[in-house]
């Protein structure tokens, strides 16, 4: 079974974006490289369906990039649900406040610009979903610091967990950084997690 093609019917059953998301894809692909940073439709619906069943209200992301999974979770959120996201360049900054500002779910997101290890102690409160996507070598350190403002009951979704398989040998300081963050999840008894083989590998924890 070749993978590619079988992540292609994977999507093709999967739930559309919407109009205004697919828009922000095709801008954020005029305008900008690196656009494989987009976490793209199966994770994103993945995210939106975890936040519509879980009832979550109050949500952090660690990585904006031009606002594609923000945009999906708020569109997924209730009337005054809430979400934080972090981003610290400023080449992505426009797009992304631009469709927050077109799309009716974008008055949920309050964007915070910097770095996030300095800007998440900066948000007041807990949170009840949690989406860990931004730079790869702090993920532990994202982890300590945002584990225990998770509520109980909470989740936390982590993207690239698989770093294209180079965790198997964590030969780069990233890869080594992500299977550090696999290993403390294993072993920390206060959550518990499934690893989806879901693209670049996605984590789903639970916390007890
Ligand atoms: C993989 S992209 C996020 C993609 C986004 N979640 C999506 O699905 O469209 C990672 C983002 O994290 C940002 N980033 C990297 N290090 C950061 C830091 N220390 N603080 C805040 N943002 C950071 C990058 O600039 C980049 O836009």
């Not at 993978?3 to 900008?32: F, Q």
């Not at 934080?84 to 080449?91: D, G, H, L, P, S």
């Not at 198997?168 to 083989?197: C, T």
Request: aromatic share 8%; glycine share 8%; net charge negative.
């Amino acid at each position: 079974m070749e993978k590619g093609k079988i992540e292609e019917y994977a999507k093709h059953h999967t739930t559309d974006h919407s109009e205004i998301i697919k828009e922000l894809i095709s801008v954020s692909e005029k305008n900008l490289e690196h656009t494989d940073m987009l976490s793209g439709r199966l994770v994103g619906r993945l995210l939106g369906l975890l936040i519509k069943m879980s009832g979550a209200k109050r949500v952090l992301e660690v990585g904006t990039f031009t606002g594609f999974s923000a945009l999906t979770m708020a569109e997924a959120l209730p009337d005054g649900g809430e979400l934080f996201t972090c981003e610290y360049n400023e080449r992505y900054e426009d797009i992304a406040r631009t469709f927050f500002k077109k799309s009716e779910a974008g008055s949920k997101v309050r964007l915070l610009m910097g770095k996030a290890l300095e800007t998440i102690p900066t948000i007041s409160g807990s949170f009840d979903f949690v989406f860990l996507d931004a730079d790869k070598i702090n993920y532990p350190n994202y982890y300590e610091m945002i584990l225990p403002r998770l509520e109980q009951g909470g989740i936390m979704v982590i993207d690239n967990v698989f770093w294209s398989g180079e965790v198997l040998d964590s030969e780069s300081d990233k890869a080594r950084a992500i299977d550090e963050l696999n290993k403390m999840i294993r072993n920390d008894n206060f959550v518990e997690q499934v690893m989806l083989p879901v693209r670049d590998g996605v984590t789903v924890l639970r916390k007890k």
